[in-house]
Structures are given as structure tokens and as C-alpha cells.
């Protein structure tokens, strides 16, 4: 993650989540657009931008999302990756991934229906059309938690509104190293490959 790619980077220690999401928020109030207020017998507004939030795995990205989204659930919305990985404990399908096969991911990569996506340790990810639409129309901004890779694929493409990016990186790779064996949820393969996906 080169620094100057991104609109900002913050590199935070576990202990330091308050500085780090105040930080965050502060950004994303000052330079995204405010959306609508929808008023009654109109079509909703077309949103208030999106936020590209990118990371390595275990670095925090998805604690400040969800700290973002309960305290201005009005104004925040997350747009839902899909994905080929089986769950983690406590994952909820259509919550925090939509669980797919590869068949059905493959067939709709094919079909254009993604605005990104990326195979990362031999799991497809990828970003909708649909659930960033969806997002915008309730006139919210939309939140996207997506690797670097997925995340390079849509300063790219452009997905036809202002679009932020914020680049959480670890203070060290030790760090990570401790945040991804605390999950208790990954192997030893797959912690020495993320790892070296960090770096």
C-alpha cells in the first residue's frame, strides 16, 4: 500500500481504535457529500458517494465499519461482498458476506455483475453492481471493505460517483501477526499467507 494512492492512511495499534475510528470518521463526514433526505412521494437519491475502505486482513477495517454504521445508521450503508469462503464462526450469510459457490460467483463475473473482484488465497471475492445500487438508492453513502487488489480494480473502473479510499495499514507486521492468531479462526498456512500479502 503506497500512501500517496490513498485519500488516507491510518496505521493504528489495537488499544488505539478510538483514535483510529476518530480519525476515520472525521475523513468520511468532512469529504463525502452529505446524501438527501428523501421526502415522501419522491424517488430516492442517488446516494452520497462511496468509501472504499482496503486493508490486510486482520488489520481492523471491518471494527471501525461497524462502529461507523450503528452511529449514523441513517446516513452509512455497507455494501455486502460475496464470496466463495465458507463462513467464520459468528458470520452471517447476507450480513457480513453473501456465501456462494464458485460455480454460481464464476457464472456472474462472466455476466458483468461485478463492480470488482479478485481471488485472494484461493477464495473469490467481489463487490455487486446490485449491493452498491441498493445502498445508493436508500440515499446512503456506501461502504466497501474490499482487499487492495479489489480496491485497485475500482479506482479503475469507477463506479460513477465521488468514491473515497482509506488504506488501514498495520503499525507493524507483528501486530497483524497478534490480531490474526487472536481470531483463533485462520490456520498456520493461511496466517503465513496473509502475512505475506501484507508485507
Request: with cysteine.
Amino acid at each position: 500500500g503506497n500512501p500517496e494512492a490513498w485519500d488516507l492512511t491510518l496505521r493504528w495499534f489495537n488499544e488505539d481504535c478510538e483514535a483510529a475510528y476518530a480519525s476515520f470518521r472525521g475523513f468520511l463526514t468532512k469529504q463525502l457529500p452529505k446524501p438527501a433526505i428523501a421526502e415522501e412521494r419522491r424517488p430516492p437519491p442517488a446516494g452520497g458517494g462511496a468509501c472504499v475502505v482496503t486493508g490486510p486482513s486482520g488489520v481492523g477495517k471491518s471494527t471501525l465499519i461497524k462502529q461507523l454504521l450503528a452511529e449514523f445508521p441513517g446516513k452509512f450503508g455497507f455494501s455486502v461482498s460475496h464470496t466463495t469462503r465458507g463462513p467464520r464462526p459468528g458470520e452471517q450469510d447476507g450480513v457480513d458476506y453473501h456465501f456462494v459457490t464458485r460455480e454460481q460467483m464464476e457464472s456472474d463475473i462472466r455476466e458483468g455483475r461485478f463492480i470488482e473482484h479478485a481471488e485472494v488465497h484461493g477464495n473469490y471475492y467481489g463487490t455487486s453492481v446490485a449491493a452498491v445500487e441498493s445502498v445508493m438508492q436508500a440515499g446512503k453513502v456506501c461502504l466497501l471493505d474490499i482487499d487492495v487488489q479489489g480496491a485497485e480494480s475500482v479506482r479503475q473502473s469507477s463506479i460513477g460517483c465521488r468514491t473515497a479510499f482509506v488504506f488501514f495499514a498495520p503499525p507493524s507486521r507483528e501486530v497483524l501477526e497478534q490480531r490474526l492468531r487472536g481470531r483463533g479462526t485462520e490456520t498456520e498456512e493461511k496466517i503465513q499467507k496473509r502475512l505475506a500479502g501484507a508485507v
